[in-house]
């Protein structure tokens, strides 16, 4: 049984940083694409940032990649997702997906595993 379970969300002040974590266990992260989404209150669930089984990484947007830096520790099955310079705008439910597909920055088959989220407020 699959299961992904993050950590790491909370409160914190613009400007500020957060590192997620998602702890996978049934899978092998080095076999599947690995990624983070956010849905913010009354919004879509979006693509955030991903990692592929190869090691490559994909970001939504060129800002979020300036931000945002996915990872992976393989050893101890363990994603990750730094988040500096966080804005208020950033606020949202942030989840942990596991074995879907991209074409570029595009979402083109959906996660197979999602984890039950973390929440990350950042206050102006």
């Known amino acids: 049984q699959v299961q992904l379970v993050e950590s790491g969300g909370g409160l914190v002040q613009a400007g500020g940083s957060l590192k997620l974590s998602c702890a996978a266990s049934?899978?092998?992260?080095?076999?599947?694409?690995m990624g983070w989404f956010r849905q913010a209150p009354g919004k879509e669930r979006d693509f955030v940032a991903a990692?592929?089984?190869?090691?490559?990484?994909?970001y939504s947007t060129d800002s979020d990649k300036g931000r945002f830096t996915i990872s992976s520790n393989n050893a101890n099955n363990t994603l990750y997702l730094q988040v500096n310079s966080l804005k208020p705008e950033d606020t949202a439910v942030y989840y942990c997906?596991?074995?879907?597909?991209?074409?570029?920055?595009?979402?083109?088959?959906?996660?197979?595993?999602w984890g039950q989220g973390t929440q990350v407020t950042v206050s102006s």
């Open positions: 049934g899978l092998t992260l080095s076999r599947y694409t």
């Open positions: 990692v592929t089984w190869s090691g490559g990484t994909t």
């Open positions: 997906a596991a074995s879907f597909a991209l074409a570029g920055n595009r979402i083109v088959s959906s996660p197979a595993y």
